[in-house]
């Protein structure tokens, strides 16, 4: 990566303006991070701060714009989730990244060990994307994780929550070396409409989720992180990310079973 450009749009029309017929140009947010070996092609960097998407508006469903840092968000004491949103939010990175990182920029980074797409994932949040034409798109996180590179070139204006899950009482565990170190495993688990829900995370390439009327084992989660594939690195092996998952499940049911 050669930086050749950076701007900083002050309105919507002017970031389409610099946009437009170009391919080699990446968003930068809080800036904590911008990999040099990921894009490699990269030599204009576009500067979002100006565009207002620094809010949270809670009424009704949850709506949180995609330059809101985590320390703002964790200062609002918003209790969505029973908390869910804040533990998670509280473990990503020291508090010198939270306080100039977004959830926007950590949603957009694409990093299998990613904080915050996992306990989207189970909250059903909703992605809401600006277009080259100024078009709206909102999709499910889960389309998002599924085929991230569709979305690479579009502006994130904000995430969504629903409301029916503001009182939902969530099993979250994240393991790490540390407590603001990156996740080596992430586990959510809870009853929703009736159906037992479980997701896992930062273990696998992508996050995943499993919904059945039936209790869900940890044979059947093994299995799924398997098929999704583990990633083997310095965080840990395969094996031991799988002992893990194993030691989440086993807590998860315990808490569940006090419950």
Same mark, same amino acid.
């Given at each position: 990566m050669k930086i050749e450009n950076y701007f900083k749009p002050k309105d919507l029309n002017e970031f389409f303006k610099m946009t437009q017929g170009h391919d080699h140009w990446k968003v930068v947010a809080g800036g904590t991070f911008v990999s040099r070996q990921k894009y490699v092609k990269v030599h204009t960097l576009i500067d979002i701060q100006e565009l207002g998407f620094d809010y949270i508006n809670d009424n009704g469903d949850l709506h949180i714009g995609s330059m809101v840092t985590f320390t703002e968000f964790i200062e609002t004491n918003n209790d969505y989730a029973n908390g869910t949103l804040l533990s998670s939010f509280a473990k990503c990175g020291p508090i010198t990244v939270?306080?100039? =990182?977004? &959830?926007? /920029?950590?949603?957009?980074?694409?990093?299998?060990?990613?904080?915050?797409?996992?306990?989207l994932l189970f909250l059903e949040a909703k992605l809401v994307f600006l277009k080259e034409s100024s078009e709206?798109? @909102?999709?499910?996180? %889960?389309?998002?994780i599924n085929d991230r590179a569709k979305y690479k070139n579009m502006l994130l204006k904000e995430i969504i929550l629903p %409301? !029916?899950?503001?009182? %939902?009482?969530?099993?979250?565990?994240?393991? =790490?070396r540390t407590e603001s170190d990156i996740p080596t495993s992430i586990f959510l688990g809870g009853i929703v409409n009736g159906k037992n829900k &479980?997701?896992? /995370?930062?273990?696998?390439?992508?996050?995943?989720?499993? &919904?059945? @009327?039936?209790?869900?084992?940890?044979?059947e989660i093994?299995? !799924?992180?398997? @098929?999704?594939?583990?990633m083997n690195d310095l965080r840990g092996?395969?094996?031991? !990310?799988?002992k893990l998952i194993n030691a989440q499940y086993k807590e998860?049911? %315990?808490?569940k079973d006090e419950n």
């Open positions: 939270r306080n100039i =990182a977004t &959830i926007g /920029g950590n949603i957009m980074g694409g990093y299998y060990w990613n904080d915050t797409t996992p306990v709206i798109l @909102e999709i499910n996180v %889960e389309d998002f %409301e !029916k899950y503001r009182n %939902e009482r969530v099993f979250f565990n994240r393991f =790490a &479980i997701v896992i /995370g930062a273990s696998t390439v992508k996050p995943f989720a499993i &919904i059945s @009327e039936d209790e869900i084992t940890v044979e093994k299995a !799924k992180a398997k @098929e999704i594939h583990i092996s395969n094996e031991y !990310k799988l998860y049911k %315990e808490t």
